[in-house]
Structure formats: C-alpha cells, structure tokens
C-alpha cells in the first residue's frame, strides 16, 4: 500500500469510507508499523535469543552489549552483524588484534571486506596502510567504531573496503 501511495495521497485518504479498503492490508501496515517501533536494543535481544543465548543470560547480556554499539554502528549494520563481530570480539586477548574477511553482495569479484578488532586503543589507518599495499591491495574505505560495554574498555572495530587487482585471474 505505502510503496503505491505518496504520503499526500495516504493522508488525503478518506479512512472512514471505503475509499482505500480494496487495496490496504491492514495486516500488513499493522506489522510494518510495530516493526519501525521496535529499538535497536529490541531488535537485538530477540536475535541473541534467536542465535542460542541462553535465556538466563540473555537480559544480561542484551543490557551489556546492545547499548556498546554506537549509533553510527547501528545505522550501518544489522543486528545480526552485531552477534557475529560480538563472537570476534570475545576472541580478542588484552593486547591482540582478531581478523575477520567476508564479501557482502555489494562487493565486485575483486572487492572483499575485512574487520580488525582490538581491545583499547584504535589502531591507526598509517600503520595498516602499508601492509595492505604491500599485500597488492588497494584500500577503498575504511569505517571505525568503539564498541564499549558500560565500564569496560572498549574494543574497535575497524572495517576495510579492499580491491585485490589480481581477483580476476
């Protein structure tokens, strides 16, 4: 209904007549509706539930890290890119790094996406630079996020945009 209406057409809308009922899905707006009411910490817990977090912890843990993740973190990614960079993340020691690479469909045969993870301090884009020419990559992006659990240290997430020339052979 709302992808076939402009806003000036849904609020010209006579709700009391029958003049929109042979095309609206009532169901269908109630649904959408709830669904853009639902927070991101909402969103998120019902995925940690559905992901297997046991359900004694799951307040806990919804509470804990749900609200680490800053918004532009949010606004980025999915909860469940979330639940997959929180198992990274617990993976990282006081002083190491954790590497993750992944393709999105957004991404050409020669792109691909990696995230650094590390515990404290950000690390700098002048130090991974280099390696990355090194390796024959050409960075394209580069995102960073402190993702920080109340009165925890935080841990960063950096995302690179990566083009491989060679890919293709």
Request: with cysteine; hydrophobic share 40%; glycine share 6%.
């Amino acid at each position: 209904f709302f992808k076939q209406k402009t806003a000036y057409e849904i609020y010209q809308c006579d709700w009391s007549s029958d003049v929109c009922s042979s095309d609206l899905d009532l169901g269908a707006v109630e649904r959408a509706v709830i669904q853009a009411s639902r927070t991101w910490p909402d969103l998120f817990q019902e995925a940690a539930n559905t992901a297997g977090v046991d359900e004694a912890e799951l307040g806990l843990y919804a509470s804990q890290w749900a609200a680490a993740f800053p918004v532009a973190y949010r606004e980025r990614y999915s909860v469940q890119e979330a639940l997959v960079d929180l198992q990274e993340i617990s993976k990282v020691s006081a002083d190491g790094v954790c590497v993750r690479a992944y393709r999105t469909e957004e991404d050409t045969s020669l792109q691909f996406r990696f995230k650094l993870y590390r515990r404290g301090h950000a690390v700098p884009l002048a130090d991974v630079m280099p390696i990355l020419e090194h390796m024959g990559l050409k960075g394209l992006e580069e995102n960073s996020y402190a993702v920080a659990p109340e009165g925890q240290e935080p841990v960063w997430v950096h995302e690179f945009h990566v083009e491989d020339p060679r890919g293709a052979e």
